[in-house]
Each structure stands twice: as structure tokens, then as C-alpha cells.
């Protein structure tokens, strides 16, 4: 596997965390609200990609920075969508996921080749390309490339089928 270049890799996280700020730019409350039949909502979508309410997704980083080979569980398909977060308007949910993801990438802009080597133990992934002991940068560069740009993607298809597109 190619090393991961922790610079190249902020930039993708800016890159894409534009994008799914754009989508979402002028949308409603009430199209945020919305969700087809058997899909998410804008807003759970949003606080899907935000990580666990009050939390994020940085306290998983400083786990596999601080210890060896730490086990992160990760639940799939959880919104993560609180009480909390129900009651917050679209645009302050996107503040959320923008500065969330500006926490990424600035430790990305300064991560040294050591720390994005570092493992974690994600039983999530034991059947992905990445396997069950992800490096950092492989497991930001899935979470900030590949899983942004599937649900950048969702973002479009719900958006589409509520007829906002």
C-alpha cells in the first residue's frame, strides 16, 4: 500500500467537506427535515458524517496516537442522530460537521509519517480492503475520502428524490 501523505489527505478533507457544505447550502429547514421512505434525512445524514454528538470523530485519532493497537468500535449506519441534534436548525448542524472536519484536517496538515502509521483494532473493517488493523491514515483517509464521498452521494440521491435537485 502506498504511503499516505497527510497533507494531500487534508486537502481531500477540505475538498469534500466543501462539497457536502455546497449541497446543503440553501437548503430549507423543511427539506432538511425531509426523508424519503426508507432513507435518511439531510440532517441525519449530516450528523451521520459528524460522528457521535459532543464527540466527534477526533477522540478516535487521539486513542490510536496515544495507545498501541487500540480497538475502536464502530457501529455502521448510525446516525447519530440525538435529541439534541433533532432540535438544531440544518445550518448549525453543518457548523457542526465543517468544524469537525477542519479538526481533521489540521491534525493531517502536521501528522508526521509515524503517527499515520500507527495501528488500531477495528473489527468493523475485518472485511474491507482495509482489514481489521487499519493504519491512522488509512482509517481517516476511509473515513474523510471514501465514506464523505458515499454519503456526499446520498446526500444527492435523498436530495433528488424529495425533489429538490
Known amino acids: 500500500m502506498a504511503e499516505i501523505d497527510g497533507t494531500q489527505l487534508s486537502q481531500t478533507v477540505h475538498a469534500k467537506t466543501a462539497e457536502m457544505m455546497a449541497l446543503c447550502a440553501a437548503m430549507s429547514e423543511e427539506t432538511a427535515s425531509c426523508a424519503p421512505a426508507g432513507r435518511w434525512s439531510p440532517k441525519q445524514i449530516i450528523t451521520h458524517v459528524s460522528g457521535p454528538d459532543g464527540i466527534g470523530f477526533m477522540p478516535a485519532v487521539r486513542h490510536i496516537l496515544e495507545q498501541d493497537t487500540p480497538r475502536i ?69 476511509a473515513l474523510a ?11 444527492k440521491e435523498v436530495l433528488q428524490a424529495l425533489g429538490k435537485t
Do not use: C
Open 73 to 141: 468500535d464502530i457501529v455502521a449506519e448510525d446516525p447519530f442522530f440525538t435529541e439534541r441534534r433533532q432540535k438544531l436548525p440544518m445550518q448549525e448542524l453543518i457548523a457542526e460537521f465543517a468544524q469537525e472536519y477542519e479538526k481533521i484536517a489540521v491534525f493531517l496538515a502536521h501528522a508526521s509519517e509515524e503517527q499515520l502509521a500507527r495501528k488500531a483494532h477495528i473489527p468493523l473493517f475485518k472485511d474491507t480492503p482495509l482489514g481489521e488493523y487499519p493504519t491512522l491514515g488509512s482509517f481517516i483517509s
Open 145 to 155: 475520502g471514501w465514506h464523505l464521498d458515499f454519503h456526499i452521494n446520498h446526500m
